[in-house]
């Protein structure tokens, strides 16, 4: 070691990868640009390298997660006993899917996670033909089953009597289905596809949404998020502005202790692309009405699934952590809520905005 001029294996290591010093500094100063102003983390004081927010970032996160409860509405609507009689019905929806009665595009299936389109169906994720924001095409019409009766009598109809959404305004609802352990990653509803606002209705137990996650895969790990939204067996959630444009939601594997089901109640844009007849993922006239041959692919509900780690086999696209700076508040009142959703619309569409999330 003295022969080649040093004392200390370290040293000889040190003068090797002198990059490592230069990038440490540069987060320890927050000189990364010659100043101050660009430092938002610092290393910790520990052989660990590991990061901690500076109490900048924490401010932007506060102001962030004021923005997204503020472009929240949330009512409880559903007494027990509706809740009872509406979850009798997404029973038999499943049953129906199991046995193989519903059109090919209708149901599909992930792990611990499954989804009922009617009314209309989209692509999204790993069904992409071209992967990215702004590829998801809706289904040719009559590619999907007719949303049922029982949807628009015992939901949409309390909906609209509460003032939570216009007549007429929903030509699509789609139920997801979650086992304990379940989840859904982190996207926004695509814009190109979807009017304001977002409907939901949650069912079977007590869940919650949160906003502004990044999942992480092989095991599946999900980042503290930006706001936790609680929802109720028989609340109805609403999304709009901010909450349903720039950040995106998810539903953590941690936060399905129970079997748990949503009703997504939505409007679809008039100029939302479809996918051709010569698209692979388009079924032909003849093939659209055959029935969905029968699978069991679900696991039966583990109670312990929920605090396990896991790989999950669905879109494992990165998503980018929403920027905090450049969008106006959005207040948020029961009254006219949906007008606010429609007139969200228009201020994206005039300001050129784009946001470069995962849509799902």
């Known amino acids: 070691m003295a022969a080649s001029g040093y004392s200390d294996l370290r040293e ?5 990868t ?27 004081e520990s052989d660990d390298d590991e990061y901690e927010h500076s109490d900048d970032n924490a401010e932007l996160r506060e102001q962030e997660a004021h923005r997204v409860r503020s472009s929240i509405l949330q009512k409880s609507i559903f007494t027990p006993e509706e809740c009872a009689l509406i979850e009798e019905k997404i029973d038999d929806v499943v049953a129906q899917g199991e046995a193989g009665l519903y059109r090919e595009h209708t149901v599909d299936r992930a792990p611990l996670r499954n989804k009922y389109f009617f009314g209309e169906g989209y692509t999204y994720g790993s069904q992409l033909e071209k992967r990215g924001p702004g590829q998801e095409r809706l289904y040719r019409k009559g590619e999907v089953d007719e949303i049922p009766g029982w949807v628009h009598e015992l939901v949409i109809k309390r909906l ?6 216009p007549e ?8 997801n289905d979650y086992q304990p352990g379940g989840c859904i990653v982190s996207h926004v509803d695509p814009l190109h596809i979807f009017a304001r606002p977002i409907v939901s209705v949650s069912f079977f137990s007590d869940s919650a949404l949160c906003f502004g996650c990044r999942f992480q895969f092989k095991p599946i790990r999900v980042s503290e998020p930006v706001f936790v939204l609680p929802v109720r067996r028989g ?8 909450a349903a444009d720039d950040i995106t939601h998810c539903i953590r594997p941690q936060d399905i202790k129970e079997r748990r089901a949503v009703i997504i109640l939505r409007k679809t844009r008039p100029d939302a692309p479809r996918l051709d007849s ?51 508040r959005h207040s948020i009142s029961s009254e006219n809520y949906w007008r606010r959703g429609q ?3 228009k201020h994206r ?7 470069k999330m995962r849509r799902h």
Do not use: C, Q, W
């Open 168 to 175: 007429g305004f929903v030509n699509s609802a789609v139920i």
């Open 343 to 345: 007139d969200s619309d």
């Open 18 to 44: 002198p990059h490592r010093d230069e990038e440490k500094n540069k987060y320890v100063d927050g000189t990364s640009n010659g100043s101050g102003k660009g430092r938002k983390r610092k290393l910790r």
């Open 160 to 165: 609209v009597s509460s003032g939570v959404i």
């Open 278 to 328: 010569d698209s692979p993922l388009s079924s032909s006239p003849v093939e659209r009405h055959a029935p969905l041959k029968a699978k069991r692919s679900h696991r039966r509900a583990d109670p312990d699934a929920a605090h396990r780690p896991r790989v999950l086999e669905m879109d494992k696209e990165e998503n980018r952590h929403p920027s905090v700076s450049r969008h106006r």
């Open 12 to 16: 000889k290591l040190k003068s090797m």
């Open 235 to 242: 609340s109805v959630t609403v999304l709009s502005g901010y």
């Open 349 to 355: 569409e005039s300001s050129g905005r784009k946001v």
